[in-house]
């Protein structure tokens, strides 16, 4: 499906730029990709601006996003994020934030979507719950899919890991190797952060490149709890 | 019977405030402590208490009331002092309670006051008078659509305030549906 997409997406742009490059003079200061951007924006009709509270929330409920489009965005986000950092560790917090903005949306449209219609509306306030619902619900509407393991670690009890074998986020891209630290789903970590604080359990989310035999791109996001989560899940006990 | 509804970010900065006249007659409830207590806008001091919280909310107020008299405590500061107060309430009970809807959390004088937790911890707090469980219950989730929808706009960061005209048109048109 995905690359049916991607020869839409060049065909037209291809085609776009055969109309708009006249043989004579404009078409030869013009940079090639410009006309595929003015074609797409230029309807004649006049413009009636959409009304965001008209639309249905749940118009887009089981709408997917083609694969390589949105690879093409990230990679532009990656780019774009890359000339304005330091270092990597500056690289994974700006990609953090990104998917920081995501995730309080992500969250809270979820829940609405289970829970708007319900006559009492729940929210999650136990932690494991909670963690069980990213793994399951939050994956299934960013990716389409579950994550592949929940784990708690061993050395640290504030510690929690959500493991993804091929993240989707990161599989058209390849790291270069003076990059290697770098792990591209710090933004699937910052949907994860900010899901965790919209329910009440601040903590910091990080994402680590662990890589095994079978799945050379496994990824590891590592929640590190707030001290506060820690003694409320203490006083429900 | 009015109602005041506050929606407050997660970090509790007010973004969207409203007052709503009904013209409906408040259900009974007669509070025996707000009896006892004095009036705060007819005290001595309800003219320079007026004139500090904003003499423009006011008049505002009364001319939206389309002549319904400003009774006790329905100052613009006293309202929003209840609301705020409110707050550490709703915070105690969201941690203990998973429901998103709060009924009555707190009580002051003639004033309940109802809230409504988003998912992403965002706070619509209403203060009212008579009891409309149900009502409120309503009034509720349609406001959380429309905040909804405002959120997702990416313009909307968790503390820009809602000044859109058109999510103030709707929010007064559910008040006067369900309040």
Known sequence: ?237 | MSHHLFILSPSDTPLYSLTHLSSRPAAPAPSPLSANLPSWSTSAFAGTLTALSGASSMAQMSTQGGGVRMGGGQDRHVIQMIANASLDMIEDVVRRENGMYLKAVDKFNEWTISAFVTPGNTKFVLLHEGKNDDGIRAFFVEVWELYLKTMMNPFHTAHSTIRSSVFDTRVRASAKKYL
Not at chain 1, 1 to 28: D, K, N, Q, W, Y
Not at chain 1, 32 to 45: D, L, N, Q, R
Not at chain 1, 53 to 71: C, G, I, M, Q
Not at chain 1, 122 to 136: D, G, Q, T, V, Y
């Open chain 1, 1 to 237: 499906m995905a690359s049916t997409r991607f020869s839409v997406l060049s065909s037209s742009s291809l085609s776009s730029a055969e109309l708009l490059s006249p043989t004579g003079s404009s078409g030869r200061f013009s940079l090639p990709s410009a006309p595929s951007i003015t074609t797409a924006v230029g309807p004649s009709k006049p413009l009636v601006r959409p009304n965001i509270y008209d639309r249905p929330l749940n118009k887009t409920r089981s709408a997917e996003v083609s694969a390589s489009a949105f690879a093409f965005l990230f990679s532009e986000i990656v780019q774009y994020t890359q000339k304005r950092v330091g270092g990597i560790n500056d690289f994974e917090r700006r990609l953090n934030t990104l998917g920081y903005r995501i995730g309080t949306r992500v969250l809270e449209l979820m829940i609405w979507r289970t829970e708007g219609s319900s006559k009492a509306p729940k929210r999650e306030i136990r932690f494991l719950p909670a963690l069980m619902s990213i793994h399951n619900n939050v994956w299934k509407a960013v990716f389409g899919k579950t994550a592949d393991g929940v784990e708690k670690s061993v050395e640290n009890a504030d510690e929690y890991m959500i493991i993804d074998n091929d993240p989707v986020v990161t599989r058209s891209i390849s790291v270069p190797r003076e990059l290697s630290q770098l792990s591209c789903s710090s933004f699937t970590a910052g949907l994860v952060e900010a899901v965790l604080d919209g329910l009440g359990f601040p903590a910091r989310v990080t994402a680590h490149n662990t890589p095994n035999v079978d799945h050379p791109s496994r990824t590891t996001i590592l929640i590190k709890l707030d001290k506060s989560v820690l003694d409320r899940e203490e006083l429900f006990k």
